[in-house]
């Protein structure tokens, strides 16, 4: 059976996608079994990893409004063992038309139960709200990575990113946990990065991973050339830090 | 009558709240009377203003939901001439339950209406999707301000964004015009930073503005003192630039 993780943050642009298509990609080259499931209507991590998002079809939307199996949208990537159940743009409108749907915080966990097996790890990457969406990968998932870019804006989500963990918990998922929280975007030579560093390892102690993900442009330049760090630039300290990062999940199992 | 202005891109962390805050924040030292609104269920805006928005009651969620008249929400800031519409976390809640709700678009453009002449402008900060929040938006403004980070998956997202606002233009508010592209956090070292800056100048041509925002930690920095720029580091480039875009939107009216 797979682990599921779901990368969430409803901070905008904390490297959610960056993460996950990262972590994944380094562990395929660990040999492991990866599945990248993109649930995000800006679908970044459908092109992050060469595919089209504007000439899927089906995808992830159909999954959740048609119930179409998911297997029937999964597509490998160039790169072994790495796989993806691609969004595109269509998902915007899923929302509101989940809204009236029966057990719909429950679809995409649904969705993954029978492809579960064939694979060792499952990411699913979210949007930037704490809508349907983003529940559903809540409720799906044993265990959620919270990117945490080294800012002040983004620590005040925090508290509410925790709100709605605890809720999801209590009514939709029993056995969530937090997998970690991962450092993003570390500039050592702004004090404000050290502080947020000291600030959330004072707050939430060992869910913080130990690797810290620094700034470096090699991470922003990859996603136009559709490839992970791990193929754009592997020597970069980018590429380092996720493959750390990935090392890191592996040997941690989900936190009880 | 006010100008009405959303500061609009779905991606996430593109610097929307940086943009509405400190453009804001130098209009109001330019003698103009000016309101910021506050849609995202972050409430960013209302905490880069210096406001508690775990304090705040009522606040914007409660005129979306319950029809209280704004101007009860309405609260001056430390800046003379600078107003704040708040937000506070319980707005995460409302777009479904605005789903149902009659003429569920307009919420925000009937809102306005009553105190739009006591401003010259209104800047509404709205959340990283294309949702209900954002949408009324969109139907209440004059025209939308378009952050758009200087990095490549930030681009990806931009013909979503214009298709929506056609779809505003066409079924909600044949007003709606695009006021302007504003490129941010551009890093002059990397040459990305420049690429997006060519791409999007060749794609929308004097729909970008001049004005270009450098990446400048001391813009970072401002939020966790609950100031903007021109108030907490009124010299940095940060605050030079933002200065340059508030009279460059002085000076060009909605582009018709
Ligand atoms: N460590 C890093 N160093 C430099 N740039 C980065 C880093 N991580 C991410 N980026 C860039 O920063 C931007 C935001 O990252 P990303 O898109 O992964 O965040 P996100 O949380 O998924 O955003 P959204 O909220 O829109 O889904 C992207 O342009 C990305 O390429
Ligand atoms: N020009 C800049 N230079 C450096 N940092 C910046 C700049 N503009 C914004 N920031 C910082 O980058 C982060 C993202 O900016 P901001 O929160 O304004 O974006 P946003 O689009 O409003 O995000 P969201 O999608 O979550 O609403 C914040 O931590 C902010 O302080
Ligand atoms: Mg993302
Ligand atoms: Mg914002």
Redesign the interface.
Known sequence: MAVIYAVAN?????GK?TTAVNVAAYLAAADKRVLVVDVD??A?AT??LGID?NSVRPSIYNVFIENIPIREIITPTAWERLHLAPSS?IL?GA??EM?GMMAREHLLRKALSPISRQYDYIFVDT?????LLTINALTACQGVIIPV?C???PL??LA?LMH?IRLVRENLNPNLRIAGLVLTMY?PR?S?SKQVVQEVRKHFRDYVFRTIIPRS?RL??A??YGEPISSYAPKSFGALAYKALAEEIMKKAVKA
Chains 1, 2 share one sequence.
């Open positions: 409803q901070k905008g642009g904390v996608t209507p800006q970044n092109s992050s998002k743009p915007a929302e509101v809204v949007p930037p709200s704490l809508g870019q800012e002040y804006l005040e989500g509410q709605t500039d702004t404000l442009v922003s330049e996603p136009s």
